[in-house]
C-alpha cells in the first residue's frame, strides 16, 4: 500500500528527556499503572474529520494544508485515499479508536441511494483496513448539519419532509456502526437549536426531537446494535440557543422524554467551557449521574469566545478531567477523542503527527498526575473530612431521614452557637501544583 506520510515514521516513547519532537515524553502505551496498561486508561481516538478532512478554511479565508492525498480529483478517490492515510497514521501514532461522521468517509452522490452506495464502498474498505491494523471504531455519527437541507434543523426542523430524510440517514449511519463494530454512536445535534422564538415552537421542536431519538433506540434493539449511545452537548454554535446545552440540560430532556435509560453523555471540554462551566465540573456531574460515556479531548482559548477545537495541551485541564475519569472507574466503553484541528498556519503534513503528540503526551501526563493524586488521597481525604459533621449526631440524623423541620428546628435553637471551617482553596491547589510540578 502507498505510504502517504513519508517523512514521519512510527511514533515511540522516549521519556521526558527526550529532545525528540517526533516521540512521546509521557505516554507510554503499555505502561501499567494501577493495573492497566496506559492505552487502555485513555482509549485515544482520532477525529476523522479535523485530521482527513479539514482544509483550514475559515471565514476569512481559503484553505491552507498542504496534504499527500491533495492531488486525487474525484470524490471517490480522495475518499479512498484518505481512508489509507488514517490507518497509517494511527499506525504510526499507536492510536487504537477512531470516530468519523458519515459524510467525512463518502461522499455525497446526486440522491440519497447514491450516498448510501458510496458509503458502502468506503466502509467495505474501512473493515478491512480495521481487520489489517488492528483498529477500533469508537463511534461513528451522521452529519445532519452541514447540507443546506438541514438549514431549520434535522430533527427539529418545521419541514416533515426533512425530518424523514433525517431518520433515513441516521438509520444508515447506525448500521454503518454495526457493521464496523462501534462501541458507541453519537448525536451532536449540529442545527438542533434555534435563533428566535418569533419562529420557533420551541415545545414541539423538542418533542419531535425526542421522537427521533426514540425511533433510533427502537431501531438499534431491533438490527441488535449494542454500541452505546451518547448525546454531545454544546451550548451555542452554529445556532445561538442549541437545545442539547450542557449536561445538565441534557439529563433534563433525556429524563422528561423517559430516554435516559438509552443514552450518556459524550463531554467536549470545548463546550464545557462555551457553556461556562469546565471540563471537570461536567465529568463529574455526568459521573454523579451514572451518565459518563466518553470523553471529546480538546481545548478553547479563553480569550475567544468560539469553539476553536485546538489541541489539548493545559496539563491542569488534563489532570482534572483524567482525576474524574479514574474517580468514575474508567471511560470504557468511551474514550478519548481528539476533537481538535491544527491551527490554520500549522499546515504541513508533519504538523497533525506533532499536534497529536502534544493531546497524548498532555493527557498521558495527566493521568500519571492524578493516579498518584488520588491513590495518595490528599484531596479525597481533605473534601471528606469536610463533611464529617454528617458522619454523627445531627448530621447523621438528617442524612437517614430521621429527622424534619420540627426536630431540626429544635436542634437549631439549641445550637445556635455556629462555628465553620476554612474551605483551604490554596492550600488544596498548592497541594495540586506539587503533584504537578514535582512529578511526586
Ligand atoms: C462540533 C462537534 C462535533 C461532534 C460530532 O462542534 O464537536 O464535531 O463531536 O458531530
Ligand atoms: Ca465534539
Ligand atoms: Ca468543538
Known amino acids: 500500500m502507498k505510504e502517504y506520510f513519508t517523512n514521519v515514521s512510527k511514533i515511540n516513547y522516549e521519556g521526558p528527556n527526550s529532545k525528540n519532537a517526533y516521540s512521546f515524553k509521557y505516554y507510554n502505551p503499555d505502561e501499567v499503572i494501577g493495573g492497566k496498561p496506559m492505552r487502555e486508561h485513555l482509549r485515544f481516538a482520532m477525529s476523522y474529520w479535523h485530521t482527513l478532512t479539514a482544509n483550514g478554511t475559515d471565514p476569512f479565508g481559503a484553505g491552507t494544508m498542504l496534504r499527500p492525498w491533495d492531488n486525487e480529483n474525484d470524490s471517490m478517490s ?16 499507536q492510536i487504537d479508536y477512531f470516530c468519523f461522521h458519515d459524510r ?35 463511534w461513528d455519527t451522521a452529519n445532519l448539519f452541514n447540507n443546506p437541507r438541514f438549514v431549520h434543523g434535522a430533527g427539529t426542523t418545521c419541514n416533515a419532509d426533512v425530518f424523514a430524510y433525517s431518520a433515513a440517514q441516521l438509520k444508515k449511519a447506525i448500521e454503518v456502526g454495526k457493521e464496523l463494530g462501534a462501541e458507541n454512536y453519537v448525536f451532536w445535534g449540529g442545527r438542533e437549536g434555534y435563533e428566535t422564538l418569533l419562529n420557533t415552537d420551541m415545545g414541539f421542536e423538542l418533542d419531535n426531537f425526542a421522537r427521533l431519538l426514540k425511533m433510533a433506540v427502537d431501531y438499534a434493539k431491533e438490527i441488535g446494535f449494542k454500541g452505546q449511545f451518547l448525546i454531545e452537548p454544546k451550548p451555542k454554535e452554529p445556532t445561538k440557543h442549541q437545545y442539547d446545552f450542557d449536561v445538565a440540560t441534557v439529563l433534563g430532556f433525556l429524563r422528561k422524554y423517559k ?47 468560539w469553539d476553536t477545537d485546538q489541541f489539548p495541551t493545559n496539563i491542569y485541564n488534563s489532570t482534572f478531567a483524567m482525576y474524574e475519569v479514574l474517580k468514575n472507574g474508567g471511560i470504557a466503553p ?45 484531596i479525597e481525604d481533605f473534601v471528606k473530612e469536610r463533611y464529617s459533621s454528617f458522619n454523627t449526631g445531627i448530621g447523621k440524623e438528617i442524612v437517614e431521614g ?13 445550637n445556635s452557637n455556629i462555628k465553620n471551617k476554612s474551605g483551604r482553596q490554596e492550600m488544596l491547589e498548592s497541594i495540586v501544583n506539587q503533584y504537578m510540578l514535582e512529578d511526586k
Open 104 to 138: 467525512d468517509i463518502a461522499p455525497e452522490g446526486k440522491d440519497l441511494a447514491e450516498t448510501n452506495k458510496n458509503l458502502d464502498e468506503i466502509v467495505a474498505m474501512c473493515k478491512d483496513l480495521m481487520e489489517k491494523y488492528n483498529k477500533k471504531l469508537l
Open 334 to 378: 468511551g474514550g478519548l477523542n481528539f476533537d481538535a484541528k491544527v491551527r490554520r498556519p500549522s499546515f504541513e503534513p508533519e504538523d497533525l503527527f506533532l499536534a497529536y503528540i502534544a493531546g497524548m503526551d498532555t493527557f498521558a501526563k495527566g493521568l500519571r498526575i492524578a493516579y498518584k493524586l488520588l491513590k495518595d488521597g490528599p
Open 259 to 305: 430516554l435516559d435509560k438509552y443514552f450518556k453523555i459524550n463531554i467536549e471540554a470545548n463546550h464545557a467551557t462555551l457553556a461556562g462551566h469546565t471540563y471537570e465540573h461536567e465529568i463529574c456531574l455526568a459521573r454523579n449521574n451514572n451518565a459518563l460515556g466518553s470523553l471529546d479531548a480538546n481545548q478553547g482559548d479563553p480569550a475567544l469566545g
Open 78 to 93: 480522495l475518499a479512498k485515499a484518505r481512508m489509507e492515510a488514517a490507518f497509517e497514521f494511527m499506525d504510526k501514532l
Open 402 to 414: 430521621k429527622v424534619g423541620f420540627k426536630e431540626l428546628e429544635k436542634y437549631a435553637l439549641e
